[in-house]
């Protein structure tokens, strides 16, 4: 689990109605591959879509409640040169009038 901390106002939209990441959840912080991936995202209830990118890929997590974004995916197998890596991911939760929030995290794979 991992709980982000304030962050000093490099937010474009900082402020008590800026949209708001607050929890995100994984079943590890080092995924294998090829393996399950369990995630899930808390954030501000006026949150209306949340994508993870990393590497120029995109993924969205879907809504399943509001304020609660979460999926099971299935790991396909990577390269060998990709395992034993860590990469910064990218969370990030928009809302309808295109305000943005974002968390990053770093993710291994093994």
Known sequence: MYVPTPSPSITPFAGPRAPKILEIDLNDRTLVTPGDLHVRVL?????????????????????????????QYQMPSAPAFLRGRWFDVDFVAAVPDGRTSTVTLQLGLK
């Open 43 to 71: 954030t501000s209830i006026d949150v209306s879509s949340v994508t993870a990118k990393t590497w120029g890929y995109e993924l969205a997590i879907p809504r399943v409640a509001d304020g609660t974004f979460a999926a």
